[in-house]
T-cell receptor, first 115, second 112 residues
Framework: DAGVIQSPRHEVTEMGQEVTLRCKPI?????LFWYRQTMMRGLELLIY????????DSGMPEDRFSAKMPNASFSTLKIQPSEPRDSAVYFC?????????????FGPGTRLTVT | AQSVTQLDSQVPVFEEAPVELRCNYS??????LFWYVQYPNQGLQLLLK??????LVKGINGFEAEFNKSQTSFHLRKPSVHISDTAEYFC??????????FGTGTRLLVSP
């Protein structure tokens, strides 16, 4: 398997623009997680899905952030409008039945820079 | 709620020396415990995990960890480190449902 695929790997945009990050989980995995990593705040869970349904979005910073999972093989994280403080590395991870202790597999991340 | 404490933000060590990275957790329920490693400009990769059974868990790259329920610890060890072990190491706890709670990470710096 190719692992978790994220695109783009790098994104540079101007403040106020819309940004869309994409994730393809590992085939057969039923849970998907979006994280944000910064030097100041470390690794934060933003939202996770189980069987394409959002389960917990309490980590989403504010209404400018939204995430969707229209099917089992694709998810997006959208920021509209983007702000400089959104600059971070965004990771997507997937897992098969995490309730049984199955680990999460992480993608390579998208490094977002908002100027 | 679960939480994880990694007291050491950075651990410098010489090549071929032993190393221990400390992790303490708090939880009111039985937990699953994980150690992940992150190499520069990469995603996190699983080193090892504890679900149940033997308290000594062996992982990849010669790492091992010991689950200590009475001390609520899950310290990571390696008897002899290599330059290539330089990375950030994250301890994480699951509540047995779906979420992982990560610690703040420990940067292991191996020098010749």
């Amino acid at each position: 398997d190719a692992g978790v695929i994220q695109s783009p790997r790098h994104e540079v945009t101007e403040m106020g623009q819309e940004v869309t990050l994409r994730c393809k989980p590992i085939s057969g995995h039923n849970s998907l997680f979006w994280y944000r990593q910064t030097m100041m705040r470390g690794l934060e869970l933003l939202i996770y899905f189980n069987n394409n349904v959002p389960i917990d979005d309490s980590g989403m910073p504010e209404d400018r952030f939204s995430a969707k999972m229209p099917n089992a093989s694709f998810s997006t994280l959208k920021i509209q409008p983007s702000e400089p403080r959104d600059s971070a590395v965004y990771f997507c991870a997937s897992s098969l039945d995490p309730s049984q202790g199955r680990e999460q597999y992480f993608g390579p991340g998208t490094r977002l820079t908002v100027t | 709620a679960q939480s994880v404490t990694q007291l050491d933000s950075q651990v410098p060590v010489f090549e071929e020396a032993p190393v221990e990275l400390r992790c303490n957790y708090s939880s009111s329920v039985s937990v699953y415990l994980f150690w992940y490693v992150q190499y520069p400009n990469q995603g996190l990769q699983l080193l090892l995990k504890y679900l149940s059974g033997s308290t000594l868990v062996k992982g990849i790259n010669g790492f091992e960890a010991e689950f200590n329920k009475s001390q609520t610890s899950f310290h990571l060890r390696k008897p002899s480190v290599h330059i290539s072990d330089t990375a950030e190491y994250f301890c994480a706890v699951s509540d047995g449902f779906q979420k992982l709670v990560f610690g703040t990470g420990t940067r292991l710096l191996v020098s010749p």
